[in-house]
């Protein structure tokens, strides 16, 4: 989807969102019911400042708490959130007061924060339906999915029974039976044996921390996926083009990637890399390298759907742009919102890679006694799309000490947890032993 340029005329009034505020910070005793009636309303996601959403998330906090809403009560909490600079620091939660001198009209300020959100929304679905057509989509496709945005969908239908949507499973199920329909393969066998033959559509995050070989995990994913024939889509929002396919050429001849950079190869080398050459012509491996928080989730969404590929890898969360203003939360949160949508709606399997806190290190050290489903949400910034995901994978390194890693599936929606072991030289990872599952 396009995003909405703020430098433009935004469909928002940012008068009548502080309004709004303002309303619930004088009702402190609550004896008006304000915000109980601006919550019929509205949402945190309708304000278009996420100033405004995160202050409205602290007031309806504190009044399902029970606890008194003011000026001083909200910068507390907003402080205990380690977000108070966030929206601007104490003098604008109290700045926020002077807007309305009654809280009469509060509903109809609500009202006008709600229409304009509903009217954002549409200009975004429309947008997104333009692009996909532009980009050859049939149109019945693009129909469903611009009244699934708009809500219409939802609103003119009733609820499925189970029974009509058993013939779809039985398809899938015969489909994958037969072989017609099979995961993603890793180009490690123990790898495939943990993950129940591969990588099935849906979305996962492998988290690791710097230097752990994630990007080259993702990228060895990607070149085996091309090589049969499926089509892959790489953002690469830290690596250069040029070292992004020194990566891919790397693996394609088995010649380390900084040899083919710095261009300390024998004759054989150079032999091995040409013939690479020659193969990465010919492979559905396509690239995007944007700037790292320049490149946001529409854009994404934009480039996979004109695509349509198997395998998209996101690398890596954390360097995905965010709209103005945001926090890098509520930006990854979008981020999963529309990885999950592609996942499922193109049959893809969309492969985030995340980074983590260095107080996280310590967990990254595989313990063999520990349940791999502790390890989830060690990502930096990541609880929600991992939490939301299909599968999470942890790059650990071996508690024997040395380069090797311990692939750790802490969540697997398809099957059971477990650890899959793997040498890793720096420049490439190789199967080891087999995968040891723990169960559901």
């Given at each position: 989807?396009t995003?909405?340029?703020?430098?433009?005329?935004?469909?928002a009034?940012?008068?009548?969102?502080?309004a709004?505020?303002?309303?619930a910070?004088?009702?402190?005793e609550?004896q008006?019911?304000i915000?109980?009636?601006?919550?019929?309303?509205?949402?945190?996601?309708?304000?278009?400042?996420?100033?405004?959403?995160?202050?409205w998330?602290?007031?309806?906090a504190?009044?399902?708490r029970?606890e008194?809403?003011?000026v001083?009560?909200?910068?507390a909490?907003?402080?205990?959130?380690?977000?108070?600079?966030?929206?601007g620091?104490?003098?604008?939660?109290?700045?926020?007061t002077?807007?309305i001198?009654?809280?009469?009209?509060?509903?109809?300020?609500?009202?006008?924060v709600?229409?304009?959100?509903?009217?954002?929304?549409?200009?975004?679905a429309?947008?997104?339906?333009?692009?996909?057509?532009?980009?050859?989509?049939?149109?019945?496709?693009?129909?469903?999915?611009?009244?699934?945005?708009l809500g219409?969908?939802?609103?003119?239908?009733?609820?499925?029974?189970?029974?009509?949507?058993?013939?779809?499973?039985?398809?899938?199920?015969w489909?994958?039976?037969?072989?017609?329909?099979?995961a993603?393969?890793?180009?490690w066998?123990p790898?495939?044996?943990?993950?129940?033959?591969?990588?099935?559509p849906?979305?996962?995050?492998?988290v690791?921390?710097t230097?752990?070989?994630?990007?080259?995990?993702?990228?060895?994913?990607?070149?085996?996926?091309?090589r049969r024939?499926?089509?892959?889509?790489?953002?690469?929002l830290?690596?250069s083009r040029?070292d992004?396919a020194?990566?891919?050429m790397?693996?394609l001849?088995?010649?380390?990637?900084?040899?083919?950079?710095?261009?300390?190869?024998?004759?054989?080398?150079v032999?091995?890399?040409?013939?690479?050459?020659?193969?990465a012509?010919?492979?559905?491996?396509?690239?995007?390298?944007g700037?790292?928080f320049?490149?946001?989730?529409?854009?994404?969404?934009?480039?996979a759907?004109?695509?349509?590929p198997?395998l998209?890898?996101?690398?890596?969360?954390?360097?995905?742009?965010?709209r103005?203003?945001?926090?890098?939360?509520?930006?990854?949160?979008?981020?999963?919102?529309?990885?999950?949508?592609?996942?499922?709606?193109?049959?893809?399997v969309?492969?985030?890679?995340?980074?983590?806190?260095?107080?996280?290190?310590?967990d990254?050290?595989?313990?063999?006694?520990?349940?791999?489903?502790?390890l989830v949400?060690?990502?930096?910034?990541s609880?929600?799309?991992?939490?939301?995901?299909d599968?999470?994978?942890?790059l650990?390194?071996?508690?024997?000490g040395?380069?090797?890693?311990?692939?750790?599936?802490?969540k697997?929606?398809?099957?059971?947890?477990?650890?899959?072991d793997l040498?890793?030289?720096?420049?490439?990872?190789?199967?080891?032993?087999?995968p040891?599952?723990?169960?559901?």
């Amino acid at each position: 989807m396009t995003e909405i340029s703020r430098s433009a005329q935004p469909l928002a009034d940012l008068q009548a969102e502080r309004a709004v505020l303002a309303a619930a910070l004088l009702d402190g005793e609550g004896q008006e019911r304000i915000i109980p009636r601006i919550a019929t309303i509205l949402r945190s996601g309708d304000f278009y400042d996420p100033r405004h959403a995160l202050l409205w998330e602290v007031l309806l906090a504190l009044h399902t708490r029970g606890e008194p809403v003011d000026v001083l009560t909200v910068v507390a909490e907003l402080r205990a959130r380690d977000r108070l600079n966030t929206v601007g620091g104490a003098q604008y939660v109290g700045e926020l007061t002077d807007e309305i001198p009654t809280l009469s009209h509060c509903e109809s300020h609500a009202r006008i924060v709600s229409d304009l959100a509903e009217r954002r929304r549409a200009l975004e679905a429309y947008q997104s339906a333009t692009q996909r057509l532009l980009s050859g989509e049939a149109l019945p496709a693009v129909r469903v999915a611009l009244d699934r945005s708009l809500g219409t969908t939802q609103d003119q239908q009733s609820a499925n029974r189970v029974g009509q949507d058993v013939e779809g499973l039985l398809e899938t199920m015969w489909a994958r039976r037969t072989g017609q329909e099979t995961a993603l393969g890793t180009p490690w066998a123990p790898v495939d044996n943990l993950l129940g033959g591969g990588l099935w559509p849906g979305m996962y995050v492998l988290v690791g921390g710097t230097g752990s070989g994630k990007t080259q995990w993702a990228v060895q994913v990607a070149v085996e996926a091309a090589r049969r024939g499926q089509v892959v889509l790489y953002l690469a929002l830290e690596l250069s083009r040029q070292d992004l396919a020194a990566r891919v050429m790397g693996t394609l001849s088995g010649v380390a990637w900084s040899r083919i950079l710095r261009g300390t190869l024998d004759d054989v080398e150079v032999a091995q890399v040409m013939e690479a050459a020659r193969s990465a012509e010919h492979i559905p491996f396509h690239t995007e390298c944007g700037p790292p928080f320049g490149y946001g989730a529409e854009t994404l969404a934009a480039r996979a759907w004109a695509l349509k590929p198997a395998l998209i890898v996101i690398d890596y969360l954390q360097l995905c742009a965010g709209r103005y203003g945001e926090e890098p939360r509520t930006a990854v949160g979008r981020v999963s919102y529309v990885a999950r949508a592609l996942a499922r709606d193109l049959g893809a399997v969309v492969l985030v890679l995340s980074s983590t806190a260095r107080a996280n290190y310590a967990d990254l050290v595989n313990d063999p006694a520990r349940d791999p489903v502790d390890l989830v949400g060690l990502g930096k910034e990541s609880g929600e799309i991992e939490y939301a995901a299909d599968g999470v994978m942890v790059l650990a390194r071996s508690a024997e000490g040395g380069r090797n890693r311990v692939l750790v599936l802490a969540k697997n929606r398809h099957g059971p947890v477990g650890r899959a072991d793997l040498k890793w030289n720096g420049h490439t990872f190789s199967a080891a032993d087999g995968p040891r599952e723990i169960g559901l």
